[in-house]
C-alpha cells in the first residue's frame, strides 16, 4: 500500500484536504521563486541599473505622464515639474550613450507640446523650452523635424469615430484612444449589459470564462474608488461608470497557471474596451499594479468577493464634440515583431 493510499483510506477528510494544501503551498514555491528571480534580474526596478531598455522604458513612463497631463479638459498650468527635469536629463544621458531614437523623438516631441500649451496661455516655461533649445543646439536636431515626430496630444471629434465605425474592425481599432475627458452623462444600463455581453467572446484558458464586472454609478462610490486607485486624478471623477474587472481564482486548477487570472482578466478588459467604443463611449485603463495594502484597501470599499483577482479598473464615459487624446506613439511593426 502506498503512502497516497493509506492517507486516504485511513485519514480524516478534514486531514485530507489541510495535506493537499500544503502538497500544493510547496508546489507553488519553485514557480514563484523562479518568477521572482526573473524579475527581479531583469525588470527596471533598480534606476542606478546601466540598461538601454529600462531607461528607454522609463522616458516613455514620464513622457507620457506629460502627454496625459496635456490630455485632460483643463490642464493645470505648470503641471509635470516632479518629473519633467528628470526626463530632461534622462533624455540628455541617453542621447550621449546611444543617440537619437524613436523613444528619445517621442518624450521631445512631448516636451515640445508641453511648452507649446504653456506659450498659447502665456505662462512661462522658460527653463523647460531652454533645457529643449539647448539640447536641439547640443545634438544637431532639427526644430522642423521635431515639431513632426509624434508625440503630446491631438484633437479627436466625436463624428469621425462614428464614421470610424461604419469602415471596418480595423479602422474602428485604430481609431481607439484613451479618453480623459468626459462630457457627464449617464450610460443607460442596458448598454453597459450589451458592451459585456459583447466581450464576452474573448477567448479565456479552457473557456472558463472568469471574468467578472463590478460596475459603480453613484458619485460617492465611484469618488472612494478612484481615491483608492489614485491614477485618475482630474478626470476620472467625471466619468459615467467606473468598472472593476475581476477574475476568479477559484476558476484556475492548475499550478502553471498562477498567473492566468491576469492574462484572462486583461484580454478580456481589452475586449471591453473596444465593446463599449464600438458603442460610441469613450474608456480608459486605469492600473492596478498596486502592493498589498492598497488591494485591501480597495476591498474595504468595493464589494468584491476575497476569491476574486482585481485586473483593472476602466473609466466609461460620455465623449463631448470634440476632445484631446494622448498621442501614443506606436513604432513600426519591424521593431517589435519576430520572424523565426
Request: glycine share 6%; charged share 20%; with cysteine.
Amino acid at each position: 500500500m502506498t503512502y497516497k493510499t493509506w492517507i486516504l483510506k485511513y485519514s480524516p477528510a478534514f486531514l485530507q484536504k489541510r495535506l493537499r494544501d500544503m502538497y500544493f503551498a510547496i508546489k507553488l514555491m519553485p514557480g514563484y521563486v523562479y518568477d521572482f528571480v526573473r524579475f527581479f534580474t531583469y525588470a527596471g526596478l533598480n534606476k542606478s541599473r546601466d540598461d538601454q531598455i529600462q531607461r528607454a522604458a522609463r522616458m516613455t513612463l514620464y513622457a507620457h505622464q506629460v502627454e496625459k497631463g496635456l490630455s485632460l479638459a483643463a490642464p493645470r498650468l505648470g503641471f509635470g515639474m516632479t518629473v519633467i527635469p528628470t526626463l530632461l536629463d534622462d533624455i540628455a544621458r541617453y542621447m550621449d550613450d546611444y543617440g537619437l531614437d524613436t523613444t528619445v523623438m517621442t518624450a521631445l516631441a512631448a516636451l515640445n507640446s508641453y511648452v507649446a500649451f504653456h506659450h498659447q496661455l502665456s505662462h512661462p516655461v522658460d527653463h523647460v523650452a531652454q533645457r529643449l533649445d539647448d539640447m536641439v543646439q547640443q545634438y544637431q536636431l532639427s526644430t522642423s523635424a521635431m515639431q513632426s515626430w509624434q508625440g503630446g496630444v491631438t484633437k479627436v471629434n466625436r463624428q469621425s469615430l462614428e464614421s470610424a465605425r461604419d469602415n471596418g474592425f480595423s479602422t474602428l481599432f485604430a481609431s481607439r484612444h484613451s479618453v480623459r475627458q468626459f462630457s457627464g452623462e449617464a450610460i443607460p444600463e442596458n448598454n453597459i449589459l450589451r458592451a459585456v455581453k459583447l466581450a464576452q467572446k474573448t477567448p479565456s484558458v479552457c473557456n472558463r470564462q472568469s471574468w467578472r464586472v463590478h460596475a459603480f454609478s453613484k458619485p460617492a462610490d465611484m469618488a472612494a474608488l478612484l481615491a483608492i486607485q489614485g491614477g485618475g486624478r482630474g478626470f476620472a471623477e467625471h466619468a459615467s461608470v467606473i468598472l472593476v474587472v475581476t477574475t476568479e481564482l477559484g476558476s484556475f486548477l492548475g499550478i502553471a497557471e498562477r498567473y492566468q487570472a491576469w492574462i484572462d482578466g486583461g484580454m478580456f478588459s481589452m475586449s471591453l474596451c473596444l465593446a463599449f467604443h464600438d458603442l460610441g463611449y469613450g474608456t480608459c485603463c486605469l492600473n492596478w499594479s498596486k502592493e498589498p495594502s492598497t488591494d485591501r484597501a480597495m476591498r474595504k470599499v468595493a464589494p468584491i468577493p476575497a476569491s476574486e483577482q482585481i485586473v483593472m479598473l476602466i473609466a466609461v464615459g460620455t465623449l463631448p464634440e470634440e476632445f484631446t487624446v494622448a498621442c501614443s506613439y506606436r513604432p513600426p511593426v519591424t521593431d517589435l515583431l519576430v520572424m523565426h
